[in-house]
């Protein structure tokens, strides 16, 4: 039996990487990172390919300049579409011997290409799947096929929700599974002064700043913010809301809800990606965070939120309610857009921010790199 503390193992991560942009190679590297500060050779197997162009619906896959990180071994390997490239992968696997390899997983696209992978090395390395989603948010033709192939090739899994685990139920019998929290993301730099972070933005110094950051799709409820937005007493109060991200859908319906409840003077829009340069300052400019998703499995925004001590507002979806303490840090409330504008007056007008502010610095210090690699590393010792 492998003794986690003991064994200096070799680890392949295989999901995205520099110089693919988003939270999940965020992720990736953050994690690749920790293996190697605790003595594991830790490797990235990214992808050539990780979206056909008409499937991407963003502007781009790729980061803007900046520097690959450095101390990090990345392989720019794996066409999605190509099956004679899932062939070379394995090859190259099957050479390198590593003790484990851990799939990224987040979407049933995916599933034909890692799990032929998988099938093919499962014999000498034990295979491993982190799962953001198994049931997507989005359903297309063909998700359960994909997501089931997937599944059936890997010996564990780790998710960073309650939800995803009792998902992976539905495809799967083995008791080899996990759940440890989202890890704080650290890696935007350190806080700034929310004085300081408004000055570089551009934005007024007494506003009362409510925050909904990153790619903007239907699930994820910005329209139901904006209707709460239009509450007269919330416009009262002039509270402003500050939208950062990019659309992944036609942002035109939520410029005619600005419209249609004259929140011209009410909501500021920066809908582009936010380039990791620029993250602390959005979330350093913010009194609190808001997330009114209507699905959710886990974020990577409230672990950004965590990170720069943020109260934050979420809906009982999927794993937010399981990181975000009611009342403590936050709020965590029903899909209602009359209780999204009453927590939102509640906020501002009872001067909650110093209170929570101060439980979110207790409470972060769950949420450290340390506790997931520990958890993946005790999933791979009894897989």
């Known amino acids: 039996m492998f ?25 990736d590297e953050n994690l690749c990172k920790e293996l190697l500060a605790e003595g594991h050779d830790a490797q990235i197997i990214s992808y050539s390919l990780q979206y056909p162009n008409f499937l991407f619906p963003g ?15 990345i392989h720019t390997l794996v066409n999605t579409v190509n ?25 049933p696209f995916f599933g034909p290409a890692l799990g032929t992978i998988a099938r093919l090395v499962r014999s000498k390395t034990k295979v491993l799947a982190l799962t953001d989603n198994v049931i997507p948010h ?9 997501t089931r192939y997937f599944i059936k090739s890997c010996h564990g899994f ?15 019998t083995t008791p080899n599974t996990a759940y440890s929290p989202h890890p704080m993301y650290e890696t935007y730099g350190p806080p700034v002064s929310k004085q300081e972070a408004r000055k570089k933005l551009g934005l007024k110094q007494d506003d009362k700043l409510v925050l909904f950051f990153g790619l903007i799709r239907n699930y994820k409820g910005l329209d139901l913010l904006l209707e709460a937005m239009a509450d007269p007493a919330v416009k009262a109060q002039n509270i402003v809301l500050l939208i950062a991200g ?9 410029l005619d809800l600005i419209k249609k409840h004259h929140l011209l003077n009410h909501v500021i829009l920066r809908d582009t990606f936010i380039s990791n340069e620029e993250v ?12 009114t998703y209507r699905k959710a499995t886990n974020s990577g925004v409230t672990m950004v939120g965590y990170y720069y001590e943020k109260p934050m507002l979420v809906t009982n979806v999927g794993g937010l309610a399981e990181i975000v303490p009611n009342e403590k840090c936050g709020y965590v409330l029903d899909i209602s857009v009359p209780l999204i504008s009453s927590k939102i007056l509640d ?13 979110v610095r207790l409470e972060k210090k769950k949420y450290e790199w340390s506790a997931f690699v520990k958890a993946l590393l005790e999933l791979y010792s009894r897989s």
């Open 3 to 27: 003794s986690v503390n003991s064994s200096k193992l070799k680890i392949f991560i295989i999901g995205p990487a520099f110089p693919l942009r988003g939270g999940p190679a965020q992720f």
């Open 59 to 73: 502007s781009s896959q790729y980061e803007s300049g900046g520097e690959a990180p450095k101390g990090l071994k």
């Open 83 to 107: 099956p004679f490239n899932w062939l070379r992968v394995a090859r190259f696997i099957k050479k390198e011997k590593p003790d484990f390899i851990l799939f990224r997983f987040w979407l």
């Open 138 to 146: 989005e359903k297309r033709f063909g998700d359960v096929l994909f």
């Open 158 to 172: 780790i998710a960073m929700s309650k939800t995803v685990l009792n998902d992976i139920s539905k495809f799967s």
């Open 246 to 254: 990019e659309f992944y859908e036609d942002k035109q319906a939520y």
């Open 280 to 291: 602390r300052y959005y979330f350093c400019a913010a009194d609190l965070v808001a997330q």
């Open 347 to 359: 906020f501002f007008h009872h001067h909650r921010e110093f209170e929570f502010v101060e439980n």
